[in-house]
């Protein structure tokens, strides 16, 4: 695993941090259940209020604000998995996804400034998070 870490790129690793933090998951496990299978859509989080109930992945919009050149830009995050309770509804957004997610919409502001390309105002969450 160290090997494997040591030749991605930053981008690489903070998608693979994003991933581990999704699923609650360390690398090594994140790597091992990757090849089992290619997605998960039940999380490791107990909802906050029904005793003991795993939480469910839904996915929903998310909209981002960032600062560019002084003005606030609107990205919105399309199919973005929220942790979701099946019997009382409750969502948990993860705080680690969502700043991983953030770090990962930097990186596509960059590129399009440094591209003089006009920012993109919407991403799908499978696209953005790809290798
Ligand atoms: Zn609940």
Request: proline fraction near 3%.
């Amino acid at each position: 695993m160290e090997y494997l870490v040591a030749t991605m790129s930053d981008r690489q690793k903070t998608i693979a941090k994003l991933k581990g933090s999704l699923y609650s998951l360390s690398l090594d496990e994140l790597v091992i259940r990757s090849i089992d299978e290619a997605e998960f859509d039940v999380s490791d989080m107990n909802c906050l209020y029904c005793d003991k109930q795993k939480t469910v992945i839904r996915n929903k919009l998310k909209t981002y604000k960032e600062m560019v050149n002084g003005k606030e830009v609107s990205i919105d995050v399309t199919r973005y998995p929220m942790n979701v309770c099946p019997s009382c509804n409750a969502e948990f957004d993860n705080m680690d996804v969502s700043l991983y997610l953030q770090q990962l919409i930097r990186y596509e502001i960059l590129k399009a400034l440094r591209s003089r390309k006009p920012i993109p105002e919407k991403f799908r969450f499978n696209e953005i998070v790809k290798m």
